[in-house]
């Protein structure tokens, strides 16, 4: 299915060129991206001048070697990460059907794991026994090992989706360059418990966020004796954020991500370098360019991003609580607004689905997209506008969610059918009430 669905979102010419272009680039931009906000002082122009006036072979001189370190790092982490999702006791929680009847079954002890892992990250700081500038200062050898240890990951799983998937969602396009970058697995395990999606996206992306946070401000302290109050309120904003995400991860279980995107390049590779290295940039940026916000305005800034951050949180509430008690429940006060769809599974059998259109859901069907990149915005903001690339996230950010806001609604359409039509014309935007 992920693989098919790249066809109908694009024509197949502009789904080929995207695929080659995010797989070559993507790599080369997380180096570049890293070069410029520790060593060329934020700035896209320093860092092109020096391209222009070396070339191809200033880019293998700016490119830094994985070292014994770097690997090191990232597999004690991994490790870490990946024991916490084995052992840690959680609740069992499943999660919606895929089109061939299969229900995955998981453990949600995220939040324990999120929590376990700061803890044990900033104990060993406080007691000296490890200082995490160290992963810091390593940083671009760190994401140069991820970078090919990721490209190395996504073979095995594409070689895995062929001889040993682990459930009926799975299956080949014909396509090999489509099989690596969508994946040909939906829901890949390592034995019964291990679920490798949970693990690549919740608990070494998601988690590599915070901790990588924790590491820039700690950094700005060990470098400066103190924390500006700009990295103060990037910090804080984006644990704010990653503390929501692993509060409500059962939740993100459900959503596109997990239960329709296979796990490939796409996904997997995405999140265990991407993520790292992208979304933690502004932070990167503040940590060598501290700025003096004044209370005031940190605290303006930070009041904003928390109730963005809470509007996002909410609106997953929403629909949540109207899934868990099948429409019975109160929206905003009174009784949800809903349509109800029926639609038929791949093996013919009919089911029915209740599409809410009041509340958050009903100003726009992905609304809640609105809150998160203004959420992004409000932790890069600290950083003031001296330079665009800390702002790039947000960026990426707006065209992503546009782009899976596109996808998502292809998907309902083909689901299900003239329901998703009296769908938008009860709810007409896609994002932005009265604008789009």
């Not at 259109?357 to 003031?384: C, D, K, M, Q």
């Not at 690339?389 to 960026?395: A, G, Q, R, T």
Request: net charge positive.
């Amino acid at each position: 299915m992920g693989a098919t669905e790249a066809k109908t979102v694009h024509s197949p010419a502009l789904t080929y060129f995207s695929m080659l272009s995010l797989l070559s680039l993507c790599p080369p931009f997380v180096i570049l991206l890293w070069y410029t906000m520790v060593h060329a002082d934020g700035s896209v122009v320093q860092t092109w001048n020096f391209l222009k006036q070396h070339g191809l072979q200033g880019f293998l001189q700016i490119w830094p070697r994985p070292t014994a370190i770097a690997w090191k790092i990232i597999f004690v982490y991994g490790a870490f990460e990946a024991a916490l999702q084995l052992i840690l006791p959680g609740k069992r929680v499943e999660g919606p059907i895929s089109p061939t009847g299969h229900r995955p079954v998981y453990k949600a002890n995220g939040m324990a794991a999120y929590f376990v892992t700061l803890v044990t990250y900033i104990s060993l700081w406080w007691f000296e026994i490890f200082n995490p500038t160290v992963v810091y200062d390593h940083l671009g050898e760190i994401y140069s090992a991820l970078i090919f240890g990721s490209l190395i990951f996504c073979v095995f799983l594409y070689i895995k989706g062929h001889a040993a998937p682990s459930s009926t969602d799975s299956g080949s396009s014909g396509n090999i360059i489509i099989d690596f970058y969508w994946g040909m697995e939906l829901y890949p395990r390592i034995g019964k418990s291990f679920d490798i999606k949970v693990f690549t996206n919740c608990r070494f992306g998601m988690m590599s966020w915070a901790v990588l946070a924790v590491t820039y401000c700690i950094k700005q302290y060990e470098a400066n004796g103190k924390v500006s109050d700009s990295m103060l309120v990037n910090t804080t904003l984006m644990l704010v954020y990653v503390t929501k995400f692993f509060w409500w991860e059962a939740g993100y279980w459900n959503t596109m991500d997990i239960a329709h995107d296979r796990a490939g390049f796409y996904i997997c590779w995405g999140c265990l370098v991407w993520v790292p290295s992208i979304y933690t940039s502004p932070g990167m940026y503040l940590v060598n360019h501290p700025v003096n916000l004044g209370s005031q305005l940190a605290l303006y800034i930070l009041v904003a991003g928390i109730l963005c951050i809470y509007t996002n949180y909410d609106c997953d509430r929403q629909r949540q609580e109207f899934r868990r008690t099948s429409g019975k429940c109160k929206i905003w006060g009174k009784a949800p607004s809903k349509i109800e769809a029926t639609y038929t599974t791949t093996s013919g059998e009919t089911k029915t689905s209740l599409l809410l259109t009041s509340g958050w859901w009903g100003l726009a069907r992905h609304f809640h997209y609105v809150p998160e990149i203004l959420a992004a915005f409000f932790w890069t903001v600290p950083a003031l506008f001296n330079h665009f690339l800390p702002y790039f996230y947000v960026v990426f950010l707006t065209i992503l969610l546009f782009d899976r806001a596109k996808r998502d609604d292809d998907r309902c359409r083909s689901k299900y059918g003239k329901y998703w039509k009296l769908y938008c014309n009860k709810v007409p935007y896609k994002i932005i009430p009265g604008i789009y």
